[in-house]
């Protein structure tokens, strides 16, 4: 699916998920933050953004989430609409896993959505909540264009639904800091997922 102009209007929303975070086995991962070099990819972002009026910024109320959407909202001159339960897929029952534990887990949590893999949320209940809070989210008229600031776990699930495919890891995104659009009466897909870097280009380049 190709970028065009089209893509910046009042009927598109953008999902962004947060950039590298500082990993700390010893906090609690909603509470995680930025590390210096998502901070510094996010700094990038909002120096170079030319964020339309009326943009609405949306975000999870975890730490890395609100490291995100708030040098943009600064940016843009308005003020993060926080919703709770947009947080990343619930992996309290197992708080912090080391990179390939945690893959493993990932994996299984893709594969079977309706069972609960080490007592984490299912990926079906995640799915339905992160498609309830965008629905809810989007049922207040916007004028400009909405931005989403995530997870890349829920933010798979949210792709799969409005691609209309099954939820698989396939669709997962390449890395931290990435994005996709979505058509917001339609509830479809723009496009799959690219670097914050380029949401930069696209909005510098179509303004």
């Known amino acids: ?16 998920t947060h950039p590298e ?21 996010v700094a990038a972002l909002a120096a170079r953004l030319s964020i339309p009026p009326g943009t609405r910024i949306i975000s999870s109320a975890e730490r890395k989430a609100l ?11 308005c003020v993060v609409e926080t919703r709770p339960d947009m947080h990343e ?3 309290s029952a197992t ?13 299984a ?4 959505p309706d069972q609960s893999v ?5 990926a079906a209940d995640a799915q339905a909540r992160i498609l309830r809070q965008v629905d809810l989210a989007l049922g207040a008229p916007a004028e400009g264009p909405v931005i989403f600031a995530g997870h890349g776990g ?8 409005l691609a209309g495919v099954k939820i698989d890891r396939k669709w997962d995104q390449p890395g931290p800091g990435h994005w996709f659009a979505f058509d917001i009466a339609a509830r479809t897909v723009a496009c799959h997922w690219r670097p914050i870097e380029a949401l930069a280009d696209l909005v510098r380049v179509n303004l």
Not at 21 to 30: E, K, L, N, R, S
């Open 67 to 77: 490291d995100t959407a708030e040098p943009l909202a600064a940016r843009a001159g």
């Open 89 to 91: 897929n619930d992996r």
């Open 109 to 112: 949590f893709f594969a079977r």
């Open 21 to 41: 975070v500082t990993i700390d086995p010893a906090v609690p991962v909603p509470d995680w933050g930025l590390s210096p070099v998502g901070a510094a990819r």
């Open 118 to 122: 080490r007592g984490w949320e299912r």
């Open 95 to 107: 708080g912090y896993l080391p990179g390939p534990e945690f893959e493993a887990t990932a994996d």
């Open 154 to 161: 829920v933010g798979t699930l949210l792709y799969c639904a």
């Open 1 to 16: 699916m190709g970028v065009d102009a089209e893509m910046i209007g009042a009927g598109r929303a953008f999902y962004v």
